[in-house]
């Protein structure tokens, strides 16, 4: 199956991205990484696949998306299979990484806690919420793929900031 990589053709790219994907969830070496990192197999559903041209670079991949360089693909599925997949299975180790190190940063209670005794100090400075929200919110959102699940975080936080000017 050959695969036209081109900004007009923004419907096979989708489809590229998720024969990727389903090919990584099937390998057996992503499914032993992604239990050597603690992270749930249905994460790389909200791993963004892009394709650009990346001059002499396979790959750069951060939290968010893996973007592979075009050159790969000009052979087709099979080709780049063949030649290039150890280039995706080297840079899920990268998308890995970066969520292990949000999901511990969240986890680490003495970053929330700084994170409440933030929102706390500017609740006691008289700042409104919508201030409040503006400034602190952005640090918390970074974090999370979900922006409902930044809300719902960020939200028990002030809960928690509210709590602590009570004590």
Do not use: C
């Not at 007009?8 to 032993?32: F, G």
């Not at 190190?101 to 003495?110: G, R, W």
């Not at 602190?136 to 793929?145: A, M, Q, S, T």
């Amino acid at each position: 199956m050959a695969w036209n990589i081109s900004k007009s053709a923004e419907v096979d790219q989708q489809q590229l991205a998720q024969t990727i994907k389903k090919e990584l969830i099937s390998a057996p070496s992503t499914a032993k990484l992604l239990e050597q990192f603690d992270i749930a197999p249905e994460r790389l559903n909200k791993l963004r696949i892009e394709f650009a041209d990346l001059d002499k670079k396979y790959a750069e991949t951060d939290a968010d998306k893996m973007v592979l360089n075009v050159s790969m693909f000009r052979e087709g599925w099979d080709a780049f299979k063949s030649k290039y997949f150890f280039v995706v299975a080297h840079e899920v180790v990268h998308w890995l990484s970066r969520q292990k190190e949000q999901d511990a940063y969240l986890n680490d209670p003495e970053e929330m806690l700084g994170f409440i005794s933030s929102i706390a100090y500017e609740i006691s400075q008289g700042r409104d919420m919508d201030e409040i929200w503006n400034k602190v919110f952005p640090k918390i959102e970074f974090h999370f793929h979900d922006p409902d699940e930044a809300r719902k975080v960020f939200t028990n936080m002030i809960e928690k900031a509210m709590e602590l000017l009570k004590s």
